[in-house]
């Protein structure tokens, strides 16, 4: 029998991790799969061998000594909404990874309660290998849900979430193993630890405000000083629930990085992907426009900007409005919902309530109403123009059969925009005085044709020989 209970020694001393394993004790031994036999296995294979002969990772494609990666996912306090969100990813999807479909990313095997086809024992089988040091390939942990203090359970003979059973009872007995546990146990060899979903990146809405199960983020759990084998600090990737291409996108990143392919990538001082979570939701809005012209939606279904109505985009850190949900489509404001600042390590206790306007909103939201009653009545001055065509102005006569009242632009108007395009165009060399960068006169002063007095023969195009604007 292997004993595994000094490997809580390597965890950060003192870390809540550290202590749990403290707390439980020993664990010694697996289960025994010859004694189980094909129990929990409807397909007579684990799935890592059914999908191997339809892997397109081969020496040739994946550019790097690695083959595949273990990916160990495990679920703590969470509605599942991490998994649907990753398993929704379009770009790049998660069965691509599983199938090493893309060149320098070496195959994932994933292993995942509900995607899975083996269950009990053998699902738990490359856990255990991964624990004894006995794994085919490098591992990664991914963890959706909070941390959840798990002694507190132990004591009363129970557990908060768990995956599998292991002998590991006091007289060798099997007892369910929390995902805490895993997760404690699995760190000390992981090549990377990924927290997914605000839960698991900072406590989320478990670990609101009264919080009976003691409920923690990841990087909470295994300390500040946790690094991974390959010295790689915990990833964050937040969101309740997170964008799929945020999670897989990373993952992708991070693959690349292990395979040797690519460099670490950029991670903000809270391990989230610098280039995922540096904006604003406001910054990126398709609202946020609204906002700049102090047009602001009264009741939810108007189309202008929701900061009245408690939204806290312009101080949140996420991509939706840019990303959207699923292929670019959906995502809160894109389908006309506030901002909560689900991505932010305050949710929720620092955005509650929701849908009440922050206060400090009003001094913003005031401004941009004054300059937006200055500036969108020049803005839509100027659109009217820009929706005419010269020849209309011109004749005076807007030939749309769709019953424009207004054909005449107006002496007011006509005039403004004539002076108003003087102004634009003044010392618009390309118009008004070619010489100063090399053009002689339209004419040459004789009346010729601008092109023949510039020395092109008939057909030849000046655009050719002279390069920028005419
Ligand atoms: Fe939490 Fe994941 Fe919120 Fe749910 O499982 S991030 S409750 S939407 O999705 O953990």
């Known amino acids: 029998m292997i004993d595994y209970h000094n490997q809580h020694r390597d965890l950060i001393p003192g870390s809540p991790a550290q202590k749990l394993l403290e707390g439980l004790g020993r664990a010694v031994g697996f289960h025994d799969l010859d004694h189980i036999g094909a129990f929990g296995m409807p397909t007579g294979a684990y799935m890592e061998d059914m999908l191997a002969p339809a892997a397109i990772a081969t020496a040739a494609t994946r550019f790097g000594p690695l083959e595949k990666v273990h990916a160990f ?31 320098g990313i070496p195959r994932v095997i994933l292993h995942h309660p ?84 605000t839960c698991a990146t900072w406590g989320g809405i478990p670990s609101a405000e009264g919080n009976p ?79 700049e012209e102090g047009q602001f939606a009264h009741e939810f279904g108007d189309p202008e900007c929701l900061v009245e109505l408690g939204c806290w985009g312009p101080v949140v850190n996420c991509n939706i409005t840019s990303r959207g949900a699923v292929r670019g489509i959906g995502g809160c404001m894109n389908a006309g919902a506030a901002c909560i600042g689900c991505t932010m390590p305050g949710f929720p206790d620092k955005f509650t309530p929701f849908y009440k306007r922050p206060p400090g909103s009003l001094a913003s939201t005031t401004v941009s109403r004054m300059t937006g009653s200055l500036i969108r009545p020049l803005r839509k001055f100027s659109n009217n123009n820009l929706n005419r065509e010269v020849r209309w102005d011109k004749t005076g006569e807007v030939t749309s059969g769709f019953g424009r009242e207004k054909s005449d632009p107006g002496m007011l108007a006509e005039v403004t925009h004539h002076f108003y395009d003087k102004m634009r165009r003044f010392n618009d060399n390309a118009t ?8 002689i006169g339209d004419d040459g002063g004789d009346g010729r044709h601008p092109e023949q007095a510039r020395g092109f023969k008939s057909g030849e195009s000046s655009k050719k020989a002279m390069p920028g604007r005419r």
């Open 432 to 439: 008004n005085d070619g010489a100063a960068w090399g053009k």
């Open 213 to 291: 199960t003691g409920a923690m983020s990841l990087m909470d759990f295994l300390g500040k000083d946790y690094r991974s084998v390959l010295g790689v600090p915990i990833v964050n990737i937040p969101g309740c629930p997170p964008i799929g291409d945020n999670f897989t996108e990373t993952i992708a990143a991070v693959c690349y990085f292990l395979q040797g392919f690519g460099p670490l990538p950029e991670f903000d001082e809270l391990g989230r992907p610098a280039w995922l979570f540096g904006e604003t939701v406001h910054r990126r809005c398709v609202r946020g426009a609204y906002y």
């Open 73 to 103: 996912w495990f679920a703590g306090a969470s509605c599942d909404g991490c998994s649907v969100a990753a398993t929704g990813a379009t770009n790049p999807t998660v069965e691509s990874m599983m199938l090493g479909a893309h060149p």
């Open 114 to 197: 509900v995607i899975n086809m083996e269950s009990g024992a053998h699902y738990m089988r490359a856990a255990e290998q991964a624990m004894e040091g006995t794994l085919n390939a490098p591992y990664v942990v991914i963890l959706e849900g909070s941390i959840m203090d798990e002694l507190l359970a132990f004591d009363q003979g129970g557990y908060w979430s768990a995956a599998g059973e292991e002998p590991w009872g006091k007289g060798g007995e099997l007892r369910p193993v929390s995902t805490t546990e895993w997760v404690a146990r699995l760190s000390i060899n992981a090549a990377a630890m990924v927290a997914i979903g």
